[in-house]
């Protein structure tokens, strides 16, 4: 019978287990294939593989943090491989990079559709740090999406025929299009078909236009004044999508390099689809420069404080750090720390205010001499809207004058703004603490994001605290993980 979940947790918390690690890593030396390797003797018997017992096992190492400033980020040590007597100096001319990795953890009596996936990445590249050892170095799978999210450009013979294809997603205001044919006024908001092009404007003042929905593009009806820019919902597949699950799922499955490129496969959908109902916000951004698929995501993500993260099984994620946790909370004791290892790691900054950035406008326009009322063009000036939440008696008790940083979002309405202010406000306003402790190998499968009750008689944790966690330093090998949990 395969292994239930509950009786891998079981195993986890068994501390005599005996643990063996696999090491599945994908290669090119004149075709592709895949190297078989682990901490200890094994052999698979429903499959007759022998993996070789090569691997050190203390370099199996993964760190995963959420950030609360920036991006999260999973990353792995460099898998150690023996090499002491020089027999596999060859496999430094295989050609590694881009290719599929994967380890896993299981018992050595297990067959191996019972190992558990710790790590599912692409390698880097192979090296040596030592005459002993081969390395390969590994990062997770995220960065198949640091590559340009389009390389197409108008081409043709006018001035503009190296300037690349715009490409919108969700709503964008007052961008300017890509004027692709002069002759006949044509003029392109996005590489493919849209929902609708709301307005043209020339100089601020509504005109005339044609539209092409099915190209992404719109043509003027009478020759240009001065600078020419609309309002847009973009890119639409079957069924226009605006909202943050369904614009990173096209945007990681539909755009970049197609060697690279996302399959749904690579996605935990559920996961993302639950987020994207919770979250229902319209959002949208424009893109006419060089970015890539990775940062224009996160920067969708963090509009309404996500962020993208892989998960051990190397399925994207979108998380968000929320105060307080939600879920069923899991129980840490004193009993479950090893002691003298819980530690404050980080007192995080109070906040009295949070101020966040709205409703782009995508072309400022400084000086508009046109009869446009005033109001109107007071706001083409303005490169954001804003909304500031501010909570008065933090900011006497802690006598903070100064303004808070503006943080830009691509949130299109106020109340979405003013929602997601309220939320970061009700976090930072309030002492919050990062602990650090080691734990037994019963939470190595542990996961970001899960909500911990810690209960321990130093720091103010007598009677227990509910927290989310942040970050993990798992030691596969030592069967123990650092944990941080922010409270």
Request: glycine share 6%; aromatic share 8%; net charge negative.
């Amino acid at each position: 019978m395969p292994i239930n979940d509950t009786q891998y947790q079981a195993w986890l918390a068994d501390d005599d287990a005996i643990r063996c690690i696999l090491v599945e890593a994908d290669n090119n030396n004149g075709s592709e294939q895949t190297e078989y390797l682990s901490t200890k003797v094994y052999f698979d018997s429903s499959l007759g593989r022998v993996y070789k017992p090569i691997v050190n096992g203390s370099s199996i190492q993964v760190v995963e943090r959420v950030s609360l400033s920036s991006n999260s980020f999973l990353s792995f040590g460099d898998i150690e491989i023996n090499n002491q007597d020089g027999s596999r100096d060859g496999w430094l001319d295989y050609i590694w990079t881009n290719r599929a990795v994967k380890v896993l953890i299981g018992d050595v009596n297990w067959i191996r559709s019972d190992f558990r996936t710790i790590f599912n990445g692409i390698i880097e590249d192979i090296d040596s740090a030592n005459r002993g050892v081969l390395n390969l170095k590994v990062r997770d799978k995220l960065q198949r999406l640091n590559m340009p999210l389009t390389e197409n450009k108008l081409g043709g013979a006018t001035k503009n025929k190296d300037e690349l294809l715009p490409l919108c997603f969700g709503e964008v205001h007052n961008i300017t299009p890509l004027l692709t044919n002069p002759s006949t006024l044509e003029y392109q908001v996005h590489d493919g078909a849209i929902e609708d092009i709301i307005e043209v404007r020339d100089n601020g003042v509504p005109v005339s236009f044609t539209k092409n929905l099915l190209d992404g593009k719109f043509t003027l009806n009478q020759s240009p004044f001065g600078r020419i820019t609309a309002s847009v919902q973009g890119y639409k597949p079957a069924t226009w999508i605006n909202t943050i699950g369904d614009l990173i799922k096209t945007l990681t499955t539909s755009y970049g390099d197609t060697n690279n490129r996302f399959a749904l496969s690579d996605i935990d959908v559920t996961q993302v689809d639950a987020f994207n109902a919770a979250n229902p916000s319209p959002l949208g951004t424009h893109k006419s420069t060089r970015d890539t698929v990775l940062n224009v995501c996160n920067k969708l993500a963090r509009s309404i404080g996500a962020q993208l993260v892989m998960s051990r099984e190397g399925l994207l994620k979108l998380i968000q750090v929320t105060l307080p946790a939600t879920g069923t909370p899991i129980e840490i004791t004193q009993n479950d720390i090893i002691e003298d290892t819980l530690q404050i790691a980080e007192k995080v900054i109070i906040k009295s205010a949070i101020k966040l950035g709205f409703a782009k406008n995508l072309t400022v326009q400084d000086n508009l001499e046109t009869g446009i009322p005033a109001e109107h063009k007071e706001l083409y000036k303005q490169e954001w809207l804003t909304v500031k939440r501010e909570d008065a008696a933090v900011k006497s008790a802690y006598k903070i004058e100064s303004e808070p940083k503006q943080i830009d979002t691509m949130l299109l309405r106020e109340t979405d703004a003013i929602a997601e202010a309220d939320r970061l406000l009700n976090i930072y306003k309030v002492p919050r603490f990062v602990f650090s402790f080691v734990t037994r190998a019963k939470f190595l499968n542990t996961n970001l994001g899960d909500t911990v009750t810690l209960t321990h008689p130093r720091f103010n944790l007598d009677q227990g605290k509910t927290g989310v966690v942040i970050g993990l330093s798992t030691s596969w090998q030592n069967s123990r993980v650092r944990m941080e949990v922010l409270i």
